[in-house]
Each structure stands twice: as structure tokens, then as C-alpha cells.
């Protein structure tokens, strides 16, 4: 049976104790969502992946125009 959560109204969701387990998930560690199309994985992530990213973000701003957008929007 497919794992399933109800959202509240302010769009929280439970995750399920079998997606827990699955992924070694405890109180306060943090998650990530991959999206593709309509698909969204759940990822466990680290606070040294969020804090990469982070760093990452700012320096990547040659490549957020319109343009990019668009060339990249299919990969």
C-alpha cells in the first residue's frame, strides 16, 4: 500500500512511519524534495548539504537569467 499524509491548513504533512524508517529519519533532521515534473522524491539531507548549497547559491547568479531559464528548462 502506497504510504499516504493529509495536509493541515497550514500545509504540513506527517511522515509516515514506514518513510521513517525507510529513510533513518528522526525528529529535527532535515529533508529535501526533489521535483521532477510531478514526481517529488523525499531525500534525507545533512546540515553540511543544506550548508554547501547555501554557500553555492550566491555564486551562481551567471547563470539564473531568462535566457538560462529557457536553454536549460528541458534537462
Not at 39 to 50: A, G, I, Q
Amino acid at each position: 500500500m502506497l504510504p499516504t499524509s493529509k495536509l493541515t491548513s497550514k500545509y504540513q504533512a506527517t511522515v509516515p512511519t514506514q518513510v521513517r524508517k525507510a529513510l533513518k529519519l528522526s525528529s529535527g533532521d532535515l529533508v529535501g524534495f526533489e521535483v521532477t515534473g510531478n514526481v517529488v522524491k523525499l531525500v534525507r539531507v545533512s546540515p553540511l548539504d543544506v550548508a554547501f548549497a547555501q554557500a553555492l547559491e550566491g555564486t551562481l547568479e551567471e547563470w539564473s537569467s531568462a535566457k538560462d531559464e529557457q536553454a536549460f528548462k528541458d534537462l
